[in-house]
């Protein structure tokens, strides 16, 4: 019998420990202000390139709403390690990309990730170009032009450096 109750206030104390963590494991991450920011910013950044009117052209430094440093676009299948050396510095943020047509789009201040978002481009909406290259580098002080086409419904965004 003691046996029996012993075993009963173990796996009650268990299960009652697993709880707390749980709870608290989410109510940290949602107090997380980096995680937050990240999160604003993404959607912020998804909504505003799904805004852009097709035909036009526009330029990087006005779409990106909010204060960046360089901006960076991943293809399907990127390594974190890759990432890693083209953005120069580790995030836990970065996460390899596992399906076909999905895309990473980094945008960085201050070595910093404040806008992350990977998907596949059929759910974003959009599809940027990276004219054959393995990735996409752009800096804040380097203007581009963004010309957005359309086809089928879906937005082709085109980043053509201006000299």
Not at 25 to 37: A, C, E, G
Request: overall charge neutral; proline content about 3%; some cysteine.
């Amino acid at each position: 019998m003691k046996n029996k109750k012993k075993r009963f206030m173990f796996v009650s104390a268990s299960i009652l420990l697993l709880i707390v963590a749980i709870v608290f494991i989410f109510v940290l991450n949602s107090f997380d202000p980096q995680r937050k920011l990240l999160k604003e910013n993404s959607n912020t950044f998804i909504n505003t390139i799904n805004s852009l009117e097709p035909h036009k052209d526009y330029y990087l430094a006005n779409i990106i709403p909010f204060e960046w440093d360089s901006m960076y676009v991943f293809p399907e299948y990127t390594d974190k390690e890759d990432v890693t050396k083209v953005i120069g510095f580790e995030s836990n943020s970065v996460q390899m990309s596992s399906s076909e047509s999905m895309q990473q789009i980094i945008i960085v201040k201050n070595k910093e990730i404040i806008c992350y978002v990977q998907d596949m481009d059929y759910k974003l909406g959009f599809s940027i170009d990276r004219k054959g290259e393995d990735y996409l580098a752009m800096k804040i002080g380097e203007k581009y032009k963004v010309n957005v086409n359309l086809k089928d419904d879906f937005k082709y965004l085109e980043f053509t450096p201006l000299n």
